[in-house]
């Protein structure tokens, strides 16, 4: 069983910083592509950033290029999300997810990850 635990979300200011943790369970992280989703009430769940089994491919809504940062270490089944000059627009849910499948990109549609996190409450104040 697979499971997937993020941390690291909280109340911050506009501008401010924050650095979410997906700790996964599991011998075959290093499969996985990796990646963090968000959600707002009301509405459907959108991709944030990705990133390859290895580091060497990422994907980056237009969102948030410039600004966040997906990264991961293989050796500790964790991927981080650095979250720098935070907007309002930026408050929501945030899901980590894995895919399993052994794509050669990868994907950013929520339908392609097969495993999912609780989520972490991200909520960036004016």
């Known amino acids: 069983q697979v499971q997937l635990v993020e941390s690291g979300g909280g109340l911050v200011q506009v501008g401010g910083s924050l650095r979410l943790t997906c700790a996964v369970s599991?011998?075959?992280?290093?499969?996985?592509?990796m990646a963090w989703f968000r959600q707002t009430p009301g509405t459907e769940r959108v991709i944030v950033a990705a990133?390859?089994?290895?580091?060497?491919?990422?994907y980056y809504a237009n969102s948030v290029k410039g600004r966040f940062t997906i990264s991961r270490a293989n050796a500790k089944n964790t991927v981080y999300l650095q979250m720098n000059s935070l907007k309002a627009e930026d408050t929501a849910l945030y899901y980590c997810?894995?895919?399993?499948?052994?794509?050669?990109?990868?994907?950013?549609?929520?339908?392609?990850?097969?495993?999912w996190g609780q989520g972490t409450q991200v909520t960036v104040s004016s």
């Open positions: 599991g011998r075959t992280f290093s499969n996985y592509h």
């Open positions: 990133i390859n089994w290895n580091g060497g491919d990422t």
């Open positions: 997810a894995a895919d399993r499948s052994p794509r050669a990109q990868v994907m950013i549609t929520s339908r392609s990850y097969d495993y």
